[in-house]
């Protein structure tokens, strides 16, 4: 008999999951009192992880928390067994409660001021003497079971370093591709500390964010700069493990977006069918490639480009790629005002015909609005309240793409 819900993403995002929810902190020597759900990750099929904001009342009071559920098609991985097993009946679920995310083994130490104080001395990160009290810790980016980052910034005048939390499996990976690019003289960060529970903690970057740059005047950096920085990749960067580029997965994505929002599969088909046979006579293409650029991973300052973020993805493929990765992100940036939105898309206006001058054009928008398919996973993924709009929203803007060229 095959199940009615094989990835668990039905019961991870019903009313449900609050039975499981309970039992979990029950188990650990507590009482739920509310939850929400905050974020879900699905691979439709496959597997569903999802993370819940919960109100607990523990024997020392009561506290605001973060669950998190996985459950997959296949039964528990190995790495399931870290966390608590629970059944519900049809299938056996994970459960954990933040940091003791099962894959991320250093987030428990990268998440309270006492560790990484210690951290810090022992690896001797800042200028002089660290307590706890004079820590300050901001999560800036957890993705359930697959990473995260914390800043973490100390003393005065302050001094900052970024703790880069990854799986066991990747952390050599990621490692070697960073110090490449350190020994080549790209402007990417110094590493400060590396531990063995897979943290790669880096000193801060100069400048700051093209993401916040791009709102300000005059113009952050021009589009031949951040050409320049990509062409700048060491040519070994092209032997490196091969990783397939956004628009592979292109259907992956659309079906993903199609499971959250029914009303769009129509579209999403055929787009999918329009790009995936516009790009197929395409090769894979040599190219240094950083594999997922956008506004994100540059830093500015003074109109030019002075650093380069998040190296995990480096490997071979074609500059369009990496083009059209940015100019996707560009495109569905949420919740601008309008003076943003006309700063952004006067940007767009300006760099892309520079871009059509490096890549072909066609190739560009094509890979573009892929790369955007993949992009409107994440409003339903973070349970952003107006995530329907939104979605359709970036699913339009993919569309215009690819009627530019169809």
Request: include cysteine; aromatic fraction near 6%; charged fraction near 25%.
């Amino acid at each position: 008999m095959v199940p009615s819900d094989p990835d668990g993403s039905l019961l991870l995002t019903s009313d449900d999951v609050g039975a499981l929810l309970a039992a979990a902190v029950q188990h650990a020597g507590g009482t739920l009192v509310s939850w929400a759900l905050d974020h879900v990750d699905a691979n439709p099929a496959q597997s569903t992880t999802a993370t819940y904001s919960a109100l607990v009342d523990w024997p020392y009071g009561r506290r605001e928390e973060l669950l998190g559920v996985s459950a997959r098609a296949s039964g528990p991985a190995d790495t399931d067994t870290v966390a608590e097993i629970f059944a519900d009946g049809e299938r056996e679920v994970a459960v954990w409660i933040y940091p003791q995310d099962p894959d991320l083994p250093g987030l428990a130490r990268a998440a309270y001021v006492e560790s990484m104080a210690e951290l810090c001395n022992s690896h001797h990160i800042f200028t002089g003497e660290v307590r706890p009290e004079d820590l300050s810790l901001q999560m800036i980016g957890y993705r359930p079971r697959r990473r995260a980052v914390v800043r973490v910034s100390f003393g005065e005048p302050q001094q900052v370093v970024y703790v880069k939390v990854l799986r066991a499996r990747l952390f050599d990976d990621v490692l070697d591709r960073h110090r490449l690019l350190l020994q080549e003289g790209l402007p990417v960060a110094p590493i400060a500390a590396v531990t063995d529970d897979h943290l790669l903690i880096l000193r801060e970057l100069p400048g700051e964010p093209l993401a916040k740059a791009i709102f300000d005047s005059p113009e952050p950096c021009s589009a031949e700069a951040l050409i320049e920085l990509l062409d700048a990749m060491p040519s070994s960067v092209a032997r490196l493990d091969r990783r397939p580029p956004w628009s592979d997965a292109v259907g992956h994505y659309a079906r993903m977006v199609g499971a959250a929002l029914p009303a769009l599969e129509p579209k999403l088909t055929r787009l999918v069918e329009t790009i995936s046979q516009g790009l197929a006579p395409i090769p894979p293409g040599n190219e240094a490639t950083h594999g997922d650029f956008h506004e994100g991973q540059v830093h500015v300052s003074g109109g030019r480009v002075c650093g380069l973020l998040d190296t995990d993805t480096l490997g071979p493929g074609r500059r369009a790629d990496d083009l059209a990765c940015l100019i996707a992100h560009l495109s569905t940036i949420q919740r601008m005002n309008a003076a943003q939105e006309a700063r952004v898309h006067q940007l767009i206006r300006r760099w892309v015909p520079v871009f059509d001058t490096r890549v072909d054009a066609t190739e560009l928008r094509l890979r573009a609005a892929a790369v955007i398919i993949s992009l409107a996973t994440g409003p339903f993924r973070g349970q952003e309240p107006d995530w329907e709009r939104e979605t359709a929203t970036m699913i339009g803007s993919a569309e215009a793409l690819v009627r530019q060229v169809s």
